[in-house]
């Protein structure tokens, strides 16, 4: 009979220790606004459960996106599937056993584990939420609008704390769409029953002003238009497909509906949103006439937003190559397993061929306030696109200067073009233009979160961001006074802001994904950075202009290679697309060393091997070390490994122990040592002599001891 033995199920998690996952309660959700708790049964559905893989592991994943932008690698373009990634970098079929059986065991039902298997889906109750994560849910009165949100951080048991980051979100306050203005379209006469789109200093974009302004015409005759690619929407709201076949049919664009992908519970139309969602679908097309545009939509929670539901559905789905999101929040509001789970949502975009393009905001340099109101105005970044591996697009304004007609026709021509070709650009900033405390400029700055990338370490201006990630990267026209039409519940709109530029932006990389064959492109900015480096770059840089706004100053534009309001400035895309392909990125090296190619060790006995792994050129990641022909009563055991390095050349010392034991056969053998990492190996071999006993004197000595210290057989043999 065993006494004093409990045996545990297999997925049996021991909850009497539990961590707090801090930096996870709204800083909204304060005493003062606090109306109490929810009822017990309020339901708290789609819940998000981040899940992290080990460091290891991670470590790879960070090598292989890196290896997969690297034309010198063999990993180059070698894209994965979401169910390729789940397998090698998502959490292990064990964990989300024991993740999911401590979930259900507190009542909540499991709805899905997206195929990348970093997150788990699940929906349950505020008393369900409390029992497992230890917080109340209470409502919240913030200026007129009622809010649910968790209290206090969310806690797990700490036998949980190595596979799960988090619960994505606990509340209902939502990123906001990047949509500055929406004003009706006013009908002209001058033309009979057509509106005139150009009429004095007053103008507005068809996509045929686009096209001339951008560039895009040399593309469009060569036959590149977006045929075969395909560009994937993020929304919250539905839209009506008569309006994109009336804009396209207005703006002499060929007949293209669009598909929605519902993400759960249909949104249907929901005021606001459905002005995003129509803008996006509509201007990613105008810009691809021939791409076929995605809307994935998915209805917003108590607890979770209809965006971070649609953006992992586009991502684990692998739904198209191209992906645009013009919402935004910003990165002190975000809890930290939010700001996780974006940058692991598009690190595994980029290991898919996926690009992600992200509206930087429309708030200026306040990241943090509202565009109409200056109201607690912060600096602050837009944390859905602050993450590196997505491209963050921000707004320029055309500076036509005291003569339009130099830029602009007095009547429109086909497709109501009216542009005459590329118009000087400078950073977008219409704050407070019509008086009041209106932020209306280009979101740029610098990330709290990020440490800046090489990439962008590397151009002229980028050392504003003193070593941190800057936003944003690239920019398109965002200005009102020469604002997107748009064609919504039959009617014509103008509208501006970084919600436009994005969806553009998104719509000139399906051509470039077309002009490589169809194949996604995956991260877009090391690519981007180094054409802004290049002689004869693409880039429009922007000369003048900043993002400062009541209450926070911003930053200004100055002709540099790069600024923090308009990033590396807008393109002209012909140019960008010619020169889009493998760059000249210096191959990664490899080398491995020994201190000593031989080394010896007494039965018993132990000794060390230091040795050397030598990067160079564009090497980055882990290094994982091996050996092979270790003669037999010899063990090895590494210091570390794997190892990570940084990028470029470094010298990474490293100890490798041999242990002899005493039957370990005296004599002389060679084994092998070997190096791995970003798909290179290099090897080193090493001599191993095996020492024995010998008699001195009648004594026992060590073969490489001094006759003068004898030591016994006992002693030796203890």
């Given at each position: ?99 999911t059986a401590w979930l259900a065991a507190h009542g909540f039902a499991v709805v899905e584990i997206p195929a990348g298997n970093r997150l788990v ?473 020994a201190e000593s190619s031989a080394v010896a060790v007494a039965q018993g006995g132990a000794a060390t091997v230091s040795l050397a792994a030598v ?29 990570t390095v940084g990028e470029g050349e470094s010298t990474n010392a490293v100890m490798l122990t041999l242990t002899a034991s005493r039957l370990a ?54």
């Amino acid at each position: 009979m065993y006494q004093g033995v409990i045996l545990r199920p297999p997925a049996y998690v021991d909850e009497t220790q539990a961590v707090t996952l801090t930096g996870n309660v709204h800083p909204l959700a304060r005493p003062e606004f606090d109306l109490g708790q929810v009822s017990a049964e309020t339901r708290m559905d789609r819940m998000l459960l981040l899940l992290k893989p080990s460091p290891a592991r991670q470590a790879d994943l960070d090598a292989l996106v890196k290896a997969q932008q690297n034309p010198t690698s063999a990993h180059y373009h070698q894209w994965l599937t979401p169910a390729e990634y789940g397998a090698r970098f998502g959490a292990s079929a064990q964990d989300l056993t024991r993740v999911t059986a401590w979930l259900a065991a507190h009542g909540f039902a499991v709805v899905e584990i997206p195929a990348g298997n970093r997150l788990v889906e699940f929906s349950g109750t505020a008393v369900q939420v409390f029992d497992a994560f230890h917080t109340q849910i209470h409502r919240y009165q913030v200026e007129g609008v009622a809010h649910v949100a968790n209290a206090q951080d969310p806690q797990i048991p700490v036998a949980l704390s190595g596979v799960v980051d988090g619960v994505v979100s606990l509340n209902d306050f939502r990123s906001t769409s990047e949509i500055k203005t929406r004003t009706a379209l006013p009908a002209q006469t001058a033309f009979g029953p057509k509106p005139l789109y150009s009429a004095g200093s007053t103008h507005y974009l068809f996509p045929a002003d686009f096209a001339a302004i951008y560039n895009l015409n040399p593309l469009y005759g060569a036959g590149t238009v977006g045929a075969g690619v395909s560009i994937a929407i993020a929304a919250r709201s539905n839209i009506n497909l008569s309006d994109v076949s009336a804009f396209r049919l207005l703006s002499g664009l060929p007949a293209n509906t669009p598909s929605v992908i519902v993400a759960g519970t249909n949104p249907g139309i929901v005021a606001n949103d459905q002005d995003e969602s129509t803008l996006d679908v509509e201007w990613a097309g105008a810009v691809a006439p021939a791409a076929a545009i995605s809307l994935v939509a998915a209805a917003s929670t108590s607890t979770t937003d209809g965006i971070d539901l649609a953006t992992q559905y586009i991502v684990n789905h692998a739904t198209a190559p191209v992906v645009s999101v013009s919402y935004g929040s910003c990165e002190q509001e975000m809890g930290s397993a939010e700001l996780a789970f974006y940058n692991s949502l598009w690190e595994q975009a980029a290991s898919q061929g996926m690009t992600v393009f992200v509206a930087s905001g429309d708030a200026g340099a306040a990241g943090c306030s509202a565009p109409f109101s200056a109201k607690g105005a912060q600096a602050a970044v837009n944390g859905l696109c602050s993450s590196p591996y997505s491209t963050c697009v921000g707004g320029t304004e055309f500076n036509e200067g005291s003569n339009p007609a130099q830029y602009w026709s007095s009547a429109n021509s086909s497709g109501y073009e009216s542009a005459l070709g590329y118009i000087p650009e400078e950073a977008w900033n219409e704050s407070a233009s019509n008086g009041g405390e209106a932020l209306w400029a280009s979101g740029g700055g610098v990330s709290q979160v990020y440490a800046q990338p090489k990439w962008q370490a590397a151009v002229e201006g980028a050392g504003a961001a003193n070593g941190m990630r800057a936003v944003p990267d690239v920019a398109f026209s965002a200005a009102s006074h020469d604002g997107y039409m748009i064609e919504e519940n039959g009617s014509r709109w103008i509208v501006s802001g970084t919600s436009a530029a994005t969806p553009a932006f998104a719509g000139v990389m399906a051509l470039a994904v077309e002009r490589m064959g169809g194949v996604g492109q995956g991260s877009a900015n090391s690519r981007l950075y180094s054409l802004a480096n290049a002689e004869n770059s693409p880039f429009h840089r922007t000369p003048s202009g900043n993002n400062s706004v009541p209450g926070v100053t911003g930053f200004w534009a100055n002709g540099a290679t790069y600024n923090l309001a308009s990033g590396l400035g807008s393109v002209d895309a012909a140019a960008l697309i010619g020169s889009w392909g493998p760059g000249s990125e210096q191959p990664p090296t490899l080398a491995l060393t020994a201190e000593s190619s031989a080394v010896a060790v007494a039965q018993g006995g132990a000794a060390t091997v230091s040795l050397a792994a030598v990067t160079g050129g564009s090497f980055a990641g882990t290094i994982g070390f091996s050996l092979a022909g270790l003669p037999p009563g010899l063990t090895a055991t590494w210091q570390a490994n794997p190892i990570t390095v940084g990028e470029g050349e470094s010298t990474n010392a490293v100890m490798l122990t041999l242990t002899a034991s005493r039957l370990a056969v005296p004599g002389e053998s060679i084994f092998v040592l070997a190096a791995a990492g970003d798909g290179l190996s290099a090897t080193q071999s090493v001599t191993v002599q095996v020492l024995a006993p010998r008699i001195c004197l009648g004594m026992t000595w060590l073969l490489h001891s001094p006759c003068g210290r004898p030591v016994s057989v006992r002693k030796l043999l203890q």
